[in-house]
């Protein structure tokens, strides 16, 4: 870790990504690698581990045993929720947004996924793929991860054996035909041995590709953002109650896309009127340019009846404006979905209620197959309702714009997100 | 497109202003939990930065277990002083003088558990309902399974069961009367982050961060600041160390580390090289495997 020098640590980029796997895929294993490896594993972490890994009469130390959590965790063998796991190399500093692979959980793994720029898919050398490979898959490309690395795990069992490699990686091809994916990458490893983890391995010669960490260090992600239609919520509105700045009106948020400068010509929803960016800024320093992801206050070059919840758009690049829309949403509460029924919503800062018009299918996530008959939503269940909301939403689709096309929905009883939504 | 692309200290910033705009929106009586540490200078840092040039829209809360440095305290003063900010503080002593909180005993006395009670009493008095805190993920591994909005019911538990989900960055702050939130603009910092971040904003922390002469009893492998809050046992002695120290909590639980780094680019190369945790110069943590889930279902910070 000492490689890090002040200056180089600044220019380092932010990686977020998520894995899957099935039970006993080695997920845990591999993450307690990635960190081993890159020495990541701090002594008191280390002497911990090793002293579990003897009371349990194991010959090596268990690297998973870095990454359990809880308690209840713990006596039950499983993690049963997201769990956010940190590291740095001196070129990135990576958030894995760690997710179980049990069958009840692809709200978890929905969840891990909505922030991640990367996905990473284990597939067991010795299994190929299975239904759960189906469905990691499916949703990575439903939640338009832009990068997907397919791990071929275990290849210490199948004796390094590269047609053993190749088959698995014909069969995801076949798979991924049918999804929507831009980037996939192939990687045989050994995470309980540690080949082509961080190091490369001695034992597939004929693997002439790059190690994981290779990969995550240099998959491209800075043009993962949509620097493109130039879209900004207002989450706040400032106005100082001191005589200094008595006539301060300023809109703060977070950029969702695009590039805004000063002496931009917008136009701010839903009251359809004209104005021109004076300044952007964050604390006193002024921002000649901003983009997504900043957070910023801009101030407009008159005066404007602006809240939080509207949006501030370039004139020539509007966004959709509607009150019905469809929406695939996948279900994460134990009730089930009410067709018919009204829900809180939320979209970028603002805040809505919506019924439920139609459920129009349910879609099988093992075969991907299309359900027109059984419209009863329940948990991890992952469907394409339409939806009418209160007040209007200006939105994108979330192919487009992730930040600007993606819902939740609340049940109004209890406050629970009850849903996720990417708007079709 | 590289010029389009926010470094990560910069992308860990927008999301924790973000964070703390969010938290200001939706709840109407917000507070931001004050220790006198790194990790809640730099979320009050943020959070100046967020509403520039209106003052921070809620109040600072310090619970004070009587226990801090004194650094600490002549720090946060002078740091509320010079941004204008609204402080509220609430003691320990009090809780315990109202018969709400019973003083541990012996040589490991610490208020550190009585804590919590000060605290979910001081958020039910001041009616906030949602307090925001400096922990970070990578702290220990209850804390890894943490939401930026992290929802307790009315009596301040936090079920790591029943958690919402969190999707995108769209946070559901919505409540029932009684129940309030927790939230964690920092949740996706790490130690080197927040030092790097102190180096490149140039942010002001306490003196005892860096390099200094102090009076130390070795116990249990820590090295505790001598005070009067520290029962010395016998066979124990006192000597003096050039050391530092990692972490800012009560005196009677923080180690100092031997250590030499006088500026923050010492500190950082320290960091880098160091091969035990941060946590790990807490003896709070170490009162068993599963201490910090434990304090949190309870309702700890």
Known sequence: MSDFSSEGYLNMELLRFTTAGSVDDGKSTLIGRLLFDSKQIFEDQLEAITRTSTQKGYEHVDLSLLVDGLKAEREQGITIDVAYRYFATPKRKFIIADTPGHIQYTRNMVTGASTANVALILVDARKGVLEQTIRHSFIASLLQIPHLIICINKMDLVDYDETVYNKVVEEFRHLSSKLDIKDIHFVPISALKGDNVVDKSKNMSWYQGATLMYLLENIHISSDENHI??????????????????????????????????????????????????????????????????????????DVDISRGDMIVRENNIPNMSQEFDVMICWMNTEKLHAGGKYGLRHTVKDARCVIKEIRYKVDINTLHRNEIDKEIGMNDIARISIKTTVPIYFDSYRKNRHTGSIILIDEATNETVAAGMIV | MILYHLNHLRELEAEAIYVIREAASQFERPAMLFSGGKDSIVMTHLARKAFFPAKIPFPLLHIDTGHNFPETITFRDEMVERIGAQLIVRYVQDSIDKGRAKEEKGPNASRNMLQTITLLDALEELKVDAAMGGARRDEEKARAKERFFSHRDEFGQWDPKNQRPELWMLLNGRKNSGEHFRVFPLSNWTEMDVWMYITLENIPIPNIYFSHQREIIERDGMLLAKSNHIIIRENEVIVERTVRFRTIGDMTCTGAVNSPASSLEEIIDEIAASRVTERGTRSDDKRSDTAMEDRKKAGYF
Do not use: W
């Open chain 1, 229 to 302: 239609d130039c879209r900004f919520p207002v989450q706040y509105v400032i106005r100082p109650q001191q005589t200094e700045y008595h006539d301060f009106r300023g809109y703060a948020g977070q950029i969702s896309s695009g590039i805004f400068k000063p002496g931009d010509k917008v136009k701010i929803l839903p009251s359809g009127i004209s104005a021109e960016i004076k300044t952007i800024q964050l604390s006193d320093e002024m921002i000649e340019e901003a983009y997504a992801p900043m957070s910023v206050t801009m101030t407009l070059d008159r």
